[in-house]
């Protein structure tokens, strides 16, 4: 989604004043030309199929239109959204602007809305400045690649810092460009137990900004691995994939040396941030099939445990947070709120007033904009247990090359933050307590966790990530075939890493194991309920005793007070059934645990 708002620059229809240069003068006329050819035409009652024709003939010119509708509130502005690309809507929610295709175009035309035809966003790009293979690289990234300058830039990335960084590509899109993913960590070629962090941008092909800030931001980190402290300790501790162009055959529309043709769908003209599956509407919300690009990020999602992310658009200035398809909050919300408030404050310290300010300041709950369905965000949150954000980085979608500097000044400290928010929270391994084998777990908070919002632990390492706002919380770790553990008053606080290692005890532990400097005897043992556990303690400690039942249910949990010497601790358990069950008694963190035959 991009844009909309009551701080957006008024005019809608007169977005920049400003004069596109050179090869897309031709293109701009002939639009203008067009325009005022059908203007009158268009306007007129009583011709909607004939103005459909001309609809028609020109989606079959140029594929993807740029068209502004006649709304009357928010509801509308949701109705629509579900249909046609909105882009831009504007605050009082009277007028919006969106993109439309072929098959868009056929479901909306019936609903009687009243529009126009606008000139595609990318024939109002100005000073669209190129690099190619031929130049030397500008020192001031004031410049947008060719698409053979990018790979190349990419490449060069791994091949001159291979020990950090590596390069390769999740996927070929429909005109045989490369998805390309970059991985910048210590130890790159391992997967580590570490949070992984992702960067992407530039889905929508003519959304451009942060395709260059990406790239500048991957040489900041390469080049500064090893001497700045901060930026060697977030490569050291977290595996951070970057992602700078997400829709090649979009932004490269008018062929590999310019992005000046650039459009929002991909070469199918489908809009890829509506093409995936969500949580409210389904697997195919936009009624198409999954696009190759959609496809690649989902097995991308796959593969990798990527616990936080951002998402990088144009077209407005602002940190849009889940959800986008409804109105619910997430679980989360007080932490997304935070983190998207410190990159907009931090953009605000280091930008020009005005920058970065629309909605509350710079940050805005998606469905409180407008809602939309088959977001990447909300496909990420709820079905990759990621947490994503969809950053609107620049009204102007693709501002004059020489502008970039000035964005990567106001952005780029926002950019370190919120990557290293993925190293705070609840961190740490799940394994089974008598093993040591890593577990893959679920770690879900009752009473806050909804909506698909827990955390999962991972193999090979069982090493797990649960990004939360400060404050103390009762987690619950769970694994098939493994007793639960609750761990009370985890205590989280800001910008810091709380560490919690848990060991999960297996079902059909039986333990003989050996309880270090405790022993414990069950007396008489078999015995039909009635013993004594006969314990020796060098010191005053406090735990707990578990009595788990043959087919695995916790059926006891009892204080134990241990003095130091022999304690005879008395149970009288009635009407248990014939059976091997597991005594278990948790003291300083450490479980020891012994079989009891009950007959
Ligand atoms: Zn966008």
Redesign the pocket.
Known sequence: ??CNTSNCSPGILHRKNEYPITFNLINYMKTIFTIWLLAGYLLSPGLFAQKGDIMDALLTAKGELYIQVKVHGKADVDAISRIISLDHVNGDYTLATAYINRQTFDQFRFLGYSYELLPNPYETFTGIEMWDLSEKVPADWDYYPTYEGYVSMMNGFAAQHSDICKVYSIGATNQSRELLMLKISDNVNDDEAEPEFLYTSSM?GD?LTAYVLMLRLTDYLLTRYGTDPRITNMVDNMEIFINPLANPDGTYKGGNSTVASAIRGNAMYIDL?RNYPDPEDGPHPDGNPWQVETVAFMDFAEENHVVMAANF???AEVVNYPWDTWAKLHADDSWWIYVSREYADTVHINAVPGYFTDFQNGITNGYQWYSISGGRQDYSTYFTQSRESTIEITENKTPPAYLLPSYWDYNHRSFLNYMEQAMFGLHGLVTDSITGEPLPSRIFIFGHDTDSSEAYSHLPHGYYTRLLNEGSYNVTFSCPGYHSRVISGVQIQKRQKTELNVKLLSLTAIGNEDICEHTFRIIPNPNDGDFVLNISSKTNQTGLLEVISPIGKTILIHPVELKPGANDLAFHLKGLQNGIYLLRISLEGKYFTKKMWVK
Do not use: Q
């Open positions: 989604m991009c929508h959304e941030n658009h144009g077209g």
